[in-house]
T-cell receptor
């Protein structure tokens, strides 16, 4: 199993450009989520999904869109990049049931810089 | 809304010594999960230990143990016999029982291990 994969690992954008961060998992996890990590602020939830066709907003959703057409993939779209979106982005997945089986697995992260 | 606070931005410990990282949280829920994640320079998020709030016994995983004080809403991580490989950013995280797998993270504590 590859686990949770993210592409690209690094990206530089100009203000106003759009792009999609890719996330895929091969563990048949129902739950997938996107976090952003900023210095001194820990990880904050952007959007999450509990299954194909179902998404919901997290703590900091503005400026981001998501969709979940398959169980495996959960892309994050930046509609019009802003310098405030400079951050490290993590995708995570897990089974949905509560208990020991719902440990979240994180991808390696994408470092995004918006100039 | 739940909040998680780590009041120690940086900590250091001598190799082979013991160090304790602090975490407090705020919630109105009676049942929930608490986690400690480790993030080494590779950026990968690694689950260190988890605690179910309904369990009175403190969780342990080899050299890692927690001191869970439910009434005080405190969840500290003790690392015994510290090793150079323990150097990392450590995040405390909370998950309510009915929130799927949504995690709320603290700000993080950067741990340095001195040889």
């Amino acid at each position: 199993n590859a686990g949770v994969t993210q592409t690209p690992k690094f990206q530089v954008l100009k203000t106003g450009q759009s792009m999609t961060l890719q996330c895929a998992q091969d563990m048949n996890h129902e739950y997938m989520s996107w976090y952003r990590q900023d210095p001194g602020m820990g990880l904050r939830l952007i959007h999450y999904s509990v299954g194909a066709g179902i998404t919901d907003q997290g703590e900091v959703p503005n400026g981001y869109n998501v969709s979940r057409s398959t169980t495996e993939d959960f892309p994050l779209r930046l509609l019009s990049a802003a310098p405030s979106q400079t951050s490290v982005y993590f995708c995570a997945s897990s089974y949905l049931a509560a208990g020991l089986t719902d440990t979240q697995y994180f991808g390696p992260g994408t470092r995004l810089t918006v100039l | 809304a739940q909040t998680v606070t780590q009041s120690q931005p940086e900590m250091s410990v001598q190799e082979a010594e013991t160090v304790t990282l602090s975490c407090t949280y705020d919630t109105s829920e009676s049942d929930y999960y608490l986690f400690w994640y480790k993030q080494p320079p590779s950026r990968q998020m690694i689950l260190v230990i988890r605690q179910e709030a309904y369990k009175q016994q403190n969780a342990t995983e080899n050299r890692f143990s927690v001191n869970f004080q439910k009434a005080a809403k405190s969840f500290s991580l003790k690392i015994s016999d510290s090793q150079l490989g323990d150097a990392a950013m450590y995040f405390c995280a909370y998950r309510a029982l009915d929130s799927g797998s949504r995690l709320t993270f603290g700000e993080g504590t950067q741990l340095t291990v001195n040889p």
